[in-house]
C-alpha cells in the first residue's frame, strides 16, 4: 500500500488511499470512552429543617420596639421549653394593624385585650390562658399637673385622647366613665384616637390633648422610660376594673403543642426565672383561663353599646 502512496503516476488511487488512513487512525481515536460517573446512592434522607415556626402575636400594649425588648426573653424560653418549635414575636403599630392580622388567624397564638379575645372566637381563635391582676385591668386618665380639669364636667369642649377606638381599658371602658359622670361622649368632646399608648400619653403632655386615657401598666411603663415627661404629668381618675389580657391560640394548633405552651405559661411563676419573665412582662402570673371566662367583656360591650355607642 505505501509503495502506491509513492507511484506518481497514480494520483487518484493514492489520493483515495490517503483518506482512507486518515479516516481509520480517526476512528481509533474515536473508539476510546469517556468515563462517565456512575450515579451515587445513599439511604440518608435530605437535609431538611424539623424546626416548627409558631408566630405569637401581641397586642400594643407599647411601642413595637418595647414590645420585642420585653416579650422576646418569653418566646426564647418557649423554645427551650418546646424542643423542635420556634416562636416568633409579631408586634403591629396600632390597633387597627393588630386586629386586621387576628381576624385573618395570621398568629397561632396571640396575647389580645379581652375586647379581642371575646372577638376572636370567631375568628378562630380560643382562650387558653390569661393574665393575672385582674384589678390592674382599668382605664386610667392622665393630664399635665398645671391643667385647670378636675371633674369630668370640665371636659365639656375639650379633646380627649385614647390610643384606639377598640382599646378596651384605654377607650371603651374611659368612655363609658364619663358618659355614667355626666359627659356625653359623641357631643360634649372631641375624641381623638391616635394608635398606641404612648402616643396617647404624649398627647396630654404636649398639649395636643387636654386628657388622655391609657390604662396603668403603660403608665407605669412611660413613668420608666420617660420619667423628665412623666413628672409633669399625673393620674386625675380610673374606672371600675375587668377581666386581664387574654392568650389565645388558634384552633388549628396540634392540641399538644396548645397543652405545652400553656403549662409553660401557667408555670412561670413557679421558678426564679419564669417570676423574671413575668416581671419582663408587668405582670406576675398566667392563669388557665377559657371562653366562658370572657362572657364578662360581652356584659360590658352590651352597657357599652347601650349608654356610649346609641349616643352617636
Not at 404629668?233 to 374606672?239: A, F, N, R, S
Request: aromatic share 8%; proline share 7%; net charge neutral.
Amino acid at each position: 500500500m505505501f509503495e502506491l502512496l509513492k507511484c506518481p503516476q497514480r494520483p487518484a488511487i493514492r489520493y483515495l488511499l490517503g483518506l482512507a488512513v486518515v479516516c481509520l487512525l480517526g476512528l481509533a481515536g474515536c473508539s476510546r470512552e469517556e468515563t462517565t460517573p456512575a450515579p451515587q446512592y445513599t439511604n440518608k434522607p435530605a437535609v431538611t429543617d424539623p424546626t416548627t415556626r409558631y408566630i405569637f402575636a401581641v397586642h400594643p400594649l407599647q411601642n413595637p420596639q418595647l414590645l420585642h425588648q420585653k416579650f422576646e426573653p418569653l418566646m426564647a424560653y418557649l423554645e427551650t421549653q418546646l424542643p423542635g418549635t420556634s416562636f416568633d414575636l409579631e408586634t403591629s403599630s396600632d390597633y387597627a394593624d393588630y386586629e386586621r392580622k387576628l381576624r385573618v388567624g395570621k398568629s397561632h397564638f396571640s396575647l389580645p385585650n379581652p375586647y379581642h379575645a371575646a372577638l376572636s372566637r370567631d375568628w378562630g381563635y380560643h382562650v387558653i390562658a390569661k393574665m393575672g391582676n385582674d384589678e390592674l385591668f382599668r382605664g386610667v386618665f392622665i393630664v399635665r399637673k398645671d391643667s385647670p380639669i378636675q371633674t369630668p364636667a370640665d371636659l365639656r369642649g375639650k379633646v380627649v385622647a385614647y390610643p384606639a377606638p377598640t382599646a378596651l381599658a384605654a377607650a371603651m371602658m374611659p368612655q363609658l366613665y364619663l358618659q355614667k359622670n355626666g359627659i356625653n361622649v359623641a357631643t360634649d368632646i372631641t375624641n381623638k384616637y391616635v394608635g398606641t399608648h404612648n402616643s396617647s400619653i404624649m398627647n396630654a403632655y404636649l398639649h395636643q390633648s387636654d386628657i388622655s386615657a391609657t390604662w396603668p401598666t403603660a403608665w407605669q411603663a412611660f413613668e420608666k422610660s420617660n420619667p423628665v415627661e412623666a413628672a409633669d404629668l399625673k393620674v386625675i381618675w380610673q374606672t371600675p376594673t375587668l377581666i386581664q389580657n387574654a392568650i389565645v391560640a388558634r384552633n388549628d394548633v396540634p392540641p399538644e403543642v396548645v397543652a405545652q405552651v400553656k403549662r409553660v405559661l401557667i408555670t412561670l411563676q413557679d421558678s426564679a426565672p419564669g417570676q423574671q419573665l413575668l416581671k419582663g412582662i408587668d405582670t406576675t402570673r398566667f392563669v388557665s383561663a377559657s371562653d366562658s371566662d370572657f362572657e364578662v367583656v360581652m356584659t360590658f360591650m352590651a352597657e357599652f353599646n347601650r349608654l356610649v355607642k346609641n349616643q352617636k
